[in-house]
Structure formats: C-alpha cells, structure tokens
C-alpha cells in the first residue's frame, strides 16, 4: 500500500520543494535519494521590442502578461524577420514560442496575403498552440489545426482560410504534400515554416521528416515560394548542424538563455532493495544466440520497481495538494502508476483517487482533450503520462515532476524536469531509478547529468531505406529532375537508379516519373506498420490504438491490455485487419513476450585491427520472432507459466557495432570456455544499456545479439544493432566512440554493489532469453581485454 495512507490530505499551504522531498524521504524505508542537486533561480534579461514588430502585436502580447522579449527571444526573431533561418535552442519555458510568433505574425500583419505553417511533433503541442495564438485575438490571422483528428467539413475552409496552420509532419506527408495542388495558394504564399521541438526529430523519424521538409520546399519552390525556416529546441549539442542537417539549408543557432527561471530541487531517488526471491530465479531454455549455458543464481536480489515507487511518490504528492505530473516510458506504465496510485489515495481519503488519471498515445481525440482541460484547470492534481507531454505544452501551475526512469538523454530529462515551476516557482523534480544499469550509474555518477552536456541529436537522411522511399514520395508529387539531386542530397542518384532498376520509376528526358497508380506506402515514425485497433469484443468499442511494431508485444493473444485503469485480455490478434479482439477482466497476474533472434554480417564498412580484439561497423540482416510470453504474478514477480505463440517472423536489414575477441586472449583473461556465453552475454546487456551515454537512444532503440562463436566472425563476439531499417545513426555513433562507451560500460558493472549480477549491472528487461546465462565477473573479464587492446 502507498505510504499516502500516512500522509495528510486536508487544506493548508503547500510545502516547499525542499520540505516536500524531506516529507517523501521520510515515508520511504531507510534513506532513497542518492544526490540532491540544487539548480538556482536566475534572473532574466529583457530586451526591447524590435522596431519593426507592430504595436497591434506588441498590445496583444502585453494583454498576455508579455511586456518585454527576452533577449534572446528578441536575438532570433529578428534573425528571422531579416529572412535568415534559425534555431532558437534554449531550456524549458524560457519562452521559444514568442521568438517565432513575433516574426511570422508581424509578417501576416503586414502581408495580408501571406500564410504560415507550424510543425510540432505532437497533437497536444499543436493544440497548445493553438490556444496560444488565437488566444492573440489577431483580425485576420485564423489559426486552424489541420490533423489526423480535424472533421472533413472544416479542412476545406482551414485549405482556403486559414493563414496560420498548425499540424505535424505526418499530415504534411500524407495529407498536405500529396494534395498540394489544393493547397496551392496556401504554399504559394508561405512566408515562414515553423519547426517546434525539432530535437525529437531523431533516429529514423528525424531522417524521413529531414525529406519530408525538403519535399515541402521543392513544392514551394515550384510555387515560386522560398520560406524562412525558424526552429525551436531543447538545448542540445551544436543545434545549428542538426537543424542544418534536418531542412537541408543554412541555419543560425542562439543557444543564450535570457530568461528568468525559478530553483529547483532535483533529487535521484533509487528504490530501496527486496529481500531475495528464489522464484525470480526460474528462467526457460537458453537460445542458441546466447550461447547455451544453464547456471542460474539460486537467489536474484532486486529492487522495488520503478513504478511501484512512482505510483506512491505520485500519490503522496498529491495527498499533500501538490500539482504533479509522472513521466513514465510506457504507455502500459503510465496506466499502471495512474491506477495504483489511485487506489492509494481512494484509501486515504475516499475520492482523491479521481484526481489522478493517466495520458498517453493512443487515447481517442476526445478523451485527450478532456484530460488536457482538466490539467489546464486544475481539476486534475496528479498525471502520470508518457512523454506526449514532455513537450511544450503549457502545464502552468505544476510544482512537481517524477521521472520513473532515466528518459534516454540528458535533452528529455531536463524537458521533463522543466516541466515544473513554469511561472517562476520554486519547484522539485525527482529521477526515479529503474533497476536498469544506465540507471543505477547515473543516479550513482552525478556528474554524467548534471556536468555533462546534452547531446547532440543523430539522424542521417542518406539512410537509403529512408532516402528511397522519399524519392519515391516525391516523384508522386511531381517527376523528378536532375536539379532534385542536390536537394535530396547525398545518395539520391543512386536511389534513383534502384528505383528505375525496381521498375517503380521510368526515366524520360524531362526527368524521372512515378510507375504506379497507388502512392508508396512510408512509415515516418518507424513504428513496424499501420496502427492496431484494440476493440472491446463484446461491444464492438474501439478502445484505442497500438503502433505496428509493438502489436506483436503487447497485443498477442493472452496479453493483458491496460487502458484508463482497466484490464482487458486480448482473444485474438488479426494482424491482416489491424485490429485485436479484447474483453475486460482483472486477472492477478501480468504478461510479457519472449522473442528469439538471429543475426547475420551483410557487410563491414570500416573496423579497428586491435590484435586480439576486432571492433567493426556494417550491415547485419537480423531476424526475430515472439515465440512464447510469460504470465507472472502481479504481487511477487513469481512466473506463473510459460506459453507458446504462434507469429510470424519479422525480418530488419539495418547497421550494427561488433566486437571479436580471440578465444586464447579470453583464456588468458581468466575466462574458462564454458562461461564465454554467459560472459559476453553480459557485457552485452550492460553495453546496450550505456550506449545512451553516447547517443540520443534508448536501449528500447537498439537490440544486440552475442554468441560464443558467430559463423560469420568464427570468434566469441557482441553485436549492438540499431532497431531501424537502414540504421538510425547509432551504431556508427557507439563505434565512433568505443573506448568511452565501454568503459563505462566496464564500471557500470565493476561498481554494482551485487555479486552475481542484477537488473542494475548485466540483467535486461527486453531479454528474450530470460537473463540467462549470465556471469558479471567473466564480464568485467572480457571488457578489460577490448578497453586493454582498443586504441582510445
């Protein structure tokens, strides 16, 4: 049971950040919170207002609470107005939407003629939005949101009207680019493309939005239209390339942030030990891939979940009348912290529970509207959600943030600490610990958060299994000409030339034409497919919606589906019609997929001779399948069974990071042949689990593979790969930093306080081989002889 039952409900002040924390510490069994770190209050810089901004817009924003621009607000809107592109990356709430609505609406003020366009990366931002800017009350300007979620009957008149469109770049590739001709005098018109938020433009979605905005400018260039493109970021690590690399065209960065901001109070809080479980031991046949070893520890020693601690963290807060809002990593998550924290606060206080709910993708337009209001207004005190609101999204009033789990970078965890004291506040944020091994490093390393800089942001548009289909996209929209090649960049050519080889194009003297009737069906978001439809059986009730490439994970027959606090068990999945079949039931127990994988060398673009060790980057063909979930008891962990699945194999070309090791220099290291398996095993696990150090992923973007002997290296050997088609530009980001990446890889298990490896050092929570087998000596064994013998 939470420790809210202990906590006070009733009216009064609410405590401050630091008496809040003490408050949290002290209901929690001996002492969680690792590092405290204060982050200061700072005083903001005002500018004045530029001389060619209109006193009809100055008046509008002073009517908002906006006397004066920050200057570094000032700084890049009037960059902008000057018609130079520009990336304003600065921290959370320091007010990066005034910098592009200063300019853009200055323009359609003047210009009675000229349109603007608004990218986000999220429905609910582009609502905000929204709000914000009609919220000016402009004559003249008429904001519209233009979605997946807009009604038929008003897209014609925001086509025809609408000066000032907000969407994101999945309707401009599905909806706007393919009908520009509707849109014609929408882009004939355009005077700015605003970019928000284009540090969550990564991996394989950043490289397809990369041509997705270079279709957008070859549409308006046809036109006769050259925008001025004005991104917004997070600070992040040399933004003008990354915003060069995304629009294709010069850009300015302005990384000053002017503006003032309130304290805050950052706790790293590591959930407290559980006593040992001889049941967390059980574990099926190993694969082939991990090498076949059957040794397990008689005794796994873990930590209480991440959400479980959330969930009651979330309600003391709330207990104690503080606004919080919980960052969660899964959807699944984020309804479990919701419903139990619910429950927590229900038996303290009848009726509190319904001032918690949960928010994440996948919920229906209506109800992500309701519970966006109710946040706004206050009904609700407590969210727990996923990173659909780590975003702009104007949550004023929220004193608390709870991170359940290390986001992936640095640039996410302070998006969603800074989610906190938007008005000036003091306000409290705490990362809590996943019993993960990036998590338990950094919580006991605070200087990789807080004295490190944030990451630069990966994407690679000459990805050819993004680059192609792209192509392919724009010859639909007109033919390709020979002047295209520049825009598209590098490897257009010979993208071209494998798509007149497929017989997808023709080639003409006037350039290059799309072959077929239908359009190219392309994922932007890498998500495996189109959306599954969850539908409650009985009923027919469209419950919501799961991406593609997690159906086989979380909508496999016999899984537990959670959905607004209630549990529903799938009957069937019909992977041809994209829907799963679904009837509500509140079992005891929770399910969780299995999968085996094999993987194979396609070719070597570059490697390190390093004697006995080898490290290499190139293509792999990796293959897996979902063969079998367990059911585990929700109160213990305990599994219950086992059972098997029945699905089709799923087949991903990408790029991969591996490294060989000579059998006779493992012998030396003290590695008996018998543990090789279970030692590169481990390393393996802790190695994807650091790779985040390195670059803008998660461990949920990458697999890894590791066997004794791999026929295509005949030498023990570690493959990391990048969960993508083409790659994602992380492997080539792990090789290009090896001797870092495993070197914290080596002391994130050498300082793990276990002794025979836990979910903090060497255990993973996507392992489709259940942990086993596992040594974390034999690991630490083999990362001294690649750190010994890799060149720094």
């Known amino acids: 049971m939470s420790s809210a039952a202990t906590v006070s409900a009733g009216p009064g002040p609410e405590p401050s950040p630091v008496d809040l924390l003490r408050r949290l510490r002290a209901h929690s069994a001996g002492d969680p919170v690792t ?84 990218l986000a990366p999220t429905k609910a931002l582009a609502a905000d939005q929204l709000r914000a800017v009609a919220g000016l009350e402009l004559e003249g300007v008429r904001p519209a949101c233009y979605d997946g979620d807009t009604p038929r009957a008003e897209r014609e008149w925001i086509r025809r009207h609408s000066r000032f469109v907000l969407t ?9 680019l393919p009908g520009h001709a509707q849109w014609s005098g929408f882009l004939r018109r355009l005077a700015y493309v605003v970019i928000d938020e284009c540090h969550t433009y990564r991996g394989v979605f950043g490289s397809h939005v990369a041509h997705v905005l270079r279709r957008l400018r070859r549409q308006c ?129 009848p009726g509190l529970g319904k001032r918690v709910a949960a928010y994440r993708g996948g919920y229906l337009r209506e109800e992500r509207r309701e519970l966006e209001r109710a946040l706004l207004h206050g009904d609700l005190l407590g969210l727990a959600s996923t990173n659909a609101l780590e975003l702009g999204v104007d949550l004023i009033g929220l004193d608390a943030v709870l991170i359940c789990g290390y986001p992936g970078t640095r640039a996410s965890l302070w998006q969603q600490a800074g989610r906190a ?44 299994y993004v680059l192609a289909p792209q192509l392919a996209c724009a010859a639909v929209e007109a033919p390709l000409t020979p002047a295209d090649l520049t825009l598209f960049g590098e490897g257009a050519k010979e993208a071209i030339d494998e798509l007149v080889a497929a017989g997808a194009l023709r080639q003409r003297p006037t350039g290059w034409y799309w072959r077929h009737r239908e359009r190219p069906e392309v994922d932007l978001r890498g998500e495996g497919g189109a959306p599954v439809c969850v539908v409650e059986s009985a009923t027919g009730r469209l419950l919501g919606t799961v991406d593609g490439g997690s159906s086989h994970f979380l909508l496999h027959p016999g899984a537990v589906y959670l959905h607004q606090g209630v549990s529903y068990v799938v009957d069937e999945l019909d992977l041809a019609d994209g829907c799963a079949l679904v009837h509500a039931e509140e079992p005891d127990w929770s399910t969780h997929a299995r999968d085996v994988t094999d993987l194979s060398v396609v070719s070597v673009r570059s490697y390190v001779d390093a004697g006995p060790v080898g490290m290499f980057l190139g293509e792999v063909d990796v293959t897996s399948q979902v063969v079998s979930y367990q059911r585990r008891r929700i109160a213990t962990g305990e599994v219950i069974d086992t059972r098997p699945l029945d699905l089709p194999t799923r087949e991903l070309r990408t790029v991969a990071v591996w490294f060989t090791l000579s059998p006779q220099s493992l012998t030396a290291a003290g590695v008996q042949a018998p543990d090789v398996p279970g030692a590169l095993h481990a390393a393996e696990h802790a190695a994807i689990g650091l790779l985040p150090l390195m670059a803008t992923c998660d461990r949920w973007d990458i697999g890894g593979l590791s066997t004794a002997v791999h ?26 930093t090896a001797s870092a990446w495993l070197r914290a890889t080596r002391d994130a298990i050498a300082e793990c306080g276990c002794e025979t490896g836990c979910p903090s050092c060497v255990q993973s929570p996507k392992c489709g081989n259940g942990n086993n087998p596992l040594s974390k000596p034999d690991a630490i064994r083999v990362l001294d002889v690649v750190l010994a013998n890799l060149p720094a």
């Open 421 to 464: 004291g938007r008005s000036g506040q003091e306000a409290l944020a705490v990362l809590v610990a996943r019993d993960d091994p990036l998590d338990t490093y950094l919580i006991h390393h605070p200087e990789a958060i807080f004295g490190a800089p944030v990451e630069a942001t990966v994407l690679d548009p000459a990805n050819p």
């Open 221 to 349: 260039a046809r036109f006769g239209a050259t925008p001025v493109f004005v991104l917004a970021s997070a600070t992040s690590g040399d933004p003008a390339t990354a915003a060069g690399r995304l629009t294709g065209l010069p850009v300015t960065a302005v990384t000053e942030d002017a503006s003032p901001r309130g304290g805050v109070t950052f706790a790293l809080w590591e959930p407290p030990l559980l006593p040992p479980d001889s049941s967390a031991a059980a574990s099926p046949a190993p694969s082939q891939a991990a090498g076949g070893h059957d040794d397990v520890p008689d005794l796994i020693q873990v930590r209480r979940s991440a959400l479980r601690e959330t969930a009651d963290l979330l309600a003391d807060t709330v207990a104690e009348g503080v606004r919080t809002l919980a960052f969660v990593r899964s959807r699944k998550g984020a309804e479990v912290v919701a419903a139990s924290a619910r429950r927590a606060l229900d038996e303290a206080v």
């Open 35 to 118: 590092h405290v770190e204060r982050v200061p209050a700072r005083a903001g810089v005002p500018a004045p207002w530029p001389p060619w901004a209109p006193a009809e817009l100055r008046e509008a924003f002073a009517r908002r609470g906006v006397v004066a621009p920050w200057r570094h607000q000032a700084e890049a809107a009037t960059l902008a107005y000057d018609g130079g592109h520009v990336v304003l990356a600065t921290g959370t709430a320091s007010g990066k939407s005034l910098a592009y609505q200063l300019p853009s609406l200055a323009t359609l003020l003047a210009d009675p003629r000229a349109t603007v366009l608004y």
């Open 168 to 176: 994101n770049p999945d309707m401009l590739h599905h909806g706007i």
């Open 711 to 736: 026929p295509d290296t005949e030498a023990p050997t570690v493959f990391v790969y990048d969960g993508h088609p083409g790659g994602a530009g992380f492997a080539e980001r792990a090789y290009g």
